[in-house]
């Protein structure tokens, strides 16, 4: 298989994100990262290049200078596709400039850091006719993709009901005021977005319920709480969610529910079945009804496959032997990398290959921020949550 | 130890909960159920008392009939209380008729079917000077007792954050229709009242969240649905929550989460520590923090009585020998039973048995059930939950 | 229901187990405790019978005593069965004394002290014609009923290998030298048996085993092991086992696994499903097989009513709200005294009832004990355990 | 970090753990696969070579041939070391012809075929002065290297009792006549060894026994069954040991647990605490005492770095993201490629880095799996297990 080569646009020292995406995208060998610019400071950035084995040449100073420089090179060198793992201010203007300059991208979420931003991206993507991808990394588990699969093919019956909660407690103390990098950001709302919690793991969860269910959020209602004294976003939210089709959903995203780790879950109930999944022990789906015992489906078993070609392609090894967090982030990875492989060799990709987030799931994660955000400082119930 | 007398005022053939309180009442060997009327049909009424080996004097058919000639008996024949374990709708009524004829009460609830007739039970409860408990038995499991005395004794910290849910599948088709008397009368506004899942289970949940962290709810939010076609009471609540002190919370109460059992389930967060505890599991709570592995508890060992004097009171076997569901209920019973005792000898009751839900917490149920119907139909966001 | 008249030897103040059998055997409301000896001090007995509430005249100061003047008394007021909770080496004498005066006994475990005096009981049983019960109490849970069942109907397919546990860790240390009145007489051999965890808690598990498959032991090999130094009885325990038709199994007992409470497990595998159930969350069964999901079964649904007659007639509540030790405790009370009624009215008791532990189970129990202790002795390799 | 070049025997297409080697080698992106033998096949192996992006020159026809061509390059061209992945019985061979050319060796487990192979090649590997290790990947987990480090520092006290069990159920039926590849050759005694499930498995968990309790197997008696009928080697045994100190322990390692997928675990039982592990949930760790709540540590935290810098340097993520199987194979070759590197820079390792299984661990694994086969033809209960 041709290897593809890899930009990065931030992911410096210590950043744990830009980490995950670099092992994500190398896990299956397939993608080289040759190029990139790691820091705002030229130097730090010069420093993690050559940690990172990268040619001076190509560790650069600023985004701009890495756009233009790359463009010039030859096509069998350039860079084949650039990540974006910056904190969320700089998604917008990193990813415009690469794709009007021919690359396909890769971003972190959130997309950007306002519904405006986000729509000219969209724009900007259809008329770059590029590859755009969003790292909603936890639809990439096999076990998200056997539970869609299972809601699509009817098993569940008419959805009701959607219940899915991302705690976590690493932001129960005021952590970035102990120089901690990613609670600086993450809590400065220039940089990490007004919605705190909402934006991070928030719009996690939305693209997780609306992944497995296929259906978009129609109006909400929040309740966003700063417990932490003098933090400058929400750590805490609430929202109350209507669905397409008369679902009802609760979303909760929290990141002052101390004790717990990166409590991502979600249950789906339909009216003849139910679905559960919890991210921490990511390799089963326990699907429940009225009638039996409830089941146990377990990664990497055949019935498994034969229910979800998705889930199977997304395994890498046997049941039993348990695949986790990284995993699933390459498999964003590896469709996004497929589909580009094939525009290059202009075949059609393995129609399971599209199956990755892109700018419109990204347009709907900053539609739901914004209306989170417009809901909590309401006295109004529903707020309407925009198709586009 | 005295055995008390017990009266009973519904519970007929195939009832569910009226088992339950008899065997609860009776657990300890120190209350013997001595009369009763069992249904509105007079028949049905003597032949349950015939199986629960009643004299047929003291099976009556009707409660008014059963007031006026246990009044009317020896002090040391009549019953010393009555447990009502009728619909709903008829909560009201028998309690005050007993509770002016001077009788202690046990109520199952919620307490009445309105926030009126709350108000008056609170009323005729005071003037009677009588005992009265309503049976929100979750109450009476020994690790709910520890999770209050951890959060009374600070080891929480300022409490931030309250999710609690209730989640049963049973009612995911009409069952009413089938003829399953517990179906048909929850599912009757007129007997079961209007808010359908919040007041059959959601008021244990509102309860649970009260009794643990010790703090009212000042305001809601409320979306209630109903699934099941043709259903005339919700079948589906979620409810955002604002408590005293600035704790937010989530309230759950569904009876269409298909393959559910009966997940009552709580989590709560502080700024120290949080905890976790599920009915279906009772036996142990999960209490973590930020800086340390989380901590099973697990009921029955020194380690807990010496947190919780209540939670040893509340055990009857040793740890790993687990007692569930009905030890619980019958923890209720115990507290109850020992008071009116301490009231017949005129001695000061154990500080600990006075640990059981009463009037006040009976009208807060219904205030907070109230505020729910009226916030689902209101396009305004939060609710007031009046004190009183 | 007639309700029956029970006796008591054994069960003094502070003694777990009597409380135990007092609350199983009335825990539905058809037997009454009316006589009784409850310790080797007549002062102590008295004080005991006082506080459960029995006439003086029936507290006994011997079981002698006791035997002679009950048989005085009229036919409608004499015990109609006795329960023999005493340490082991007074279960013989006890229950041979009452059977041969015509009453009926139920028995705590181990049987006996020895095999020899378990040969003879079972032939006194035999000749009095009485009924005789064995309070493996285990065995008394709705699926651990349903997990024998499965295996009857073939579900399983043909059996290959058991694995049963028992760890517990409250004698991790020397207990017996607290004045801990159940470590003392459990480590003493003259009281408690040679056998130490073998025959206090390794016996249970042989009788799961037993109970589940339905296969005898036919040679095992043991390795016994006092840790707590100073200790005169062993307290671990790990036995290879040889069943009929071919099935292997292992069984561990210990009292030194420090931090385990009562972990009795049991795992079962056929060569189309395996089957496993835990004590400590005994509402659940896991079934699972190479071809799909694992299941998990939960006591109180119909589709476990459907599979197992047993099961359902062991519960006593709906599924969700859970049952546990003091229920599955009274399941055999409840077969053994529906058996016993129906001796009084000279009817058939239910089929169903008939399923309790007998003089044979503990006859086999003691075969087990004795050939453990024997082959820990032995540096041959296989002891074979006699078929009676 | 200077990247090593890898070279590889066996692992030809559908090979589950050359490609898993493959994967865990180059995780960290500091290990470049340049040359291979993958198949018996010169023309399989050729193709594999392609599909792995390997030069034709370094697809090499058979590994004399490999060894033979490797060692003729430039020093900055050749292999620095070579993985072995072949089926049991070239393991030595293999690893005996690339020690002996003076490249450093990886070779997966069980060791040899023999004992004789095995004391062999201790001899050749102190002789060649090259780096050996063993793949026993399930000593990588974070959470087994805090286990090690929790019983080294004495939290758990003086050792009394180790249960270590490796249940599977994928050869419950014949598979090996599917045209199963790794079926067929594990069943095969001449290419897998005699052992059956004790060689693929059961020397697994002897290692990890080994690994956590720093001690070593003393005797053992051991049960081995064939229950697949027509099947050669064993695919059950249980195995009763006593380690040094006095410890006892029980060892399972079964093949047709059906519908158990890789259920590798151990209890490790002081006089202090307790500790649990199970390689399907590795994240966590199990602690329990007498004396309070149970806790479970988590990967990923402070409080594990602070009691295991080697947990801490095995991890790659933050607490609450997953890591798993294939991180903790990584783990072992990251330890292993650090040494050989600081060999090449004359440099002192990283002393965490020197924790993987080496040529002694293979060979304790080997005299383990031969003192189980004797066992099993004995009539002697006890057979030693020589320390060499």
Chains 1, 2, 3, 4 share one sequence.
Not at 11 to 16: D, K, R, S, T, W
Not at 42 to 55: D, K, P, Q, V
Not at 68 to 82: C, G, K, M, N, T
Not at 346 to 360: E, G, I
């Amino acid at each position: 298989m041709t290897q593809l080569r890899m930009g990065m646009v931030g992911g410096g020292p210590g950043a744990f994100i830009g980490d995950v995406h670099r092992r994500a995208a190398c896990l299956d060998g397939d993608v080289e990262l040759v190029a990139g610019v790691f820091s705002t400071s030229a130097a730090t950035s010069r420093r993690m290049g050559r940690e990172l084995g990268l040619s001076r040449a190509r560790t650069y100073g600023s985004y701009l200078d890495m756009v233009e420089r790359e463009r010039a090179l030859p096509a069998d060198q350039r860079i084949d596709f650039v990540s974006v793992v910056t904190p969320n201010h700089l998604h917008f203007p990193v990813a415009k400039a690469f794709l009007e300059a021919g690359f396909h991208v890769v971003c972190d979420k959130p997309m950007t850091l306002t519904v405006t931003e986000a729509r000219r991206l969209k724009q900007i993507v259809r008329r770059s006719r590029r590859v755009f991808a969003l790292t909603h990394n936890y639809t990439g588990y096999p076990m998200v993709k056997l539970a869609r699969d299972l809601v699509r093919a009817g098993d569940l019956g008419a959805l009701r009901k959607v219940v899915v909660q991302y705690p976590q407690g690493w932001l129960s103390t005021r952590l970035e005021r102990t120089g901690h990098k990613q609670a600086m950001w993450r809590t400065d709302p220039a940089r990490g977005g007004a919605a705190g919690c909402i934006g991070d793991i928030g719009s996690h969860a939305e693209n997780l319920a609306e992944y497995i269910t296929g259906l978009r959020m129609l109006e909400l209602c929040a309740d966003l709480t700063t417990f932490a004294r003098g933090r400058r976003v929400a750590d805490d939210g609430s929202v109350l969610v209507r669905f397409q089709q008369g679902v009802r959903g609760v979303l909760l995203a929290s990141q002052i529910s101390v004790g717990e780790e990166n409590g991502l879950a979600i249950w789906v109930y339909g009216d003849r079945k139910g679905l559960e999944w919890h991210q921490e022990a990511p390799n089963v789906l326990r699907v429940t009804s009225q009638d039996g015992p409830f089941e146990v489906w377990s990664r990497g078993n055949r019935y498994v496959a034969a229910r979800s070609p998705a889930a199977a392609r997304a395994s890498r090894l046997p049941a039993g032997h348990p695949e986790a967090f990284l995993e699933a982030f390459a498999n964003v990875y590896r469709n996004v990398t497929d589909v580009i492989r094939a525009r290059h060799t202009r075949t059609r990709p393995d129609p399971l290959a599209a199956d990755f987030p892109d700018v419109d799931d990204g347009l709907r994660g900053m539609l739901f921020i914004d209306a989170v955000v417009k809901s909590a400082a309401s006295r109004q119930k529903w707020i309407k949550v925009p198709a586009r």
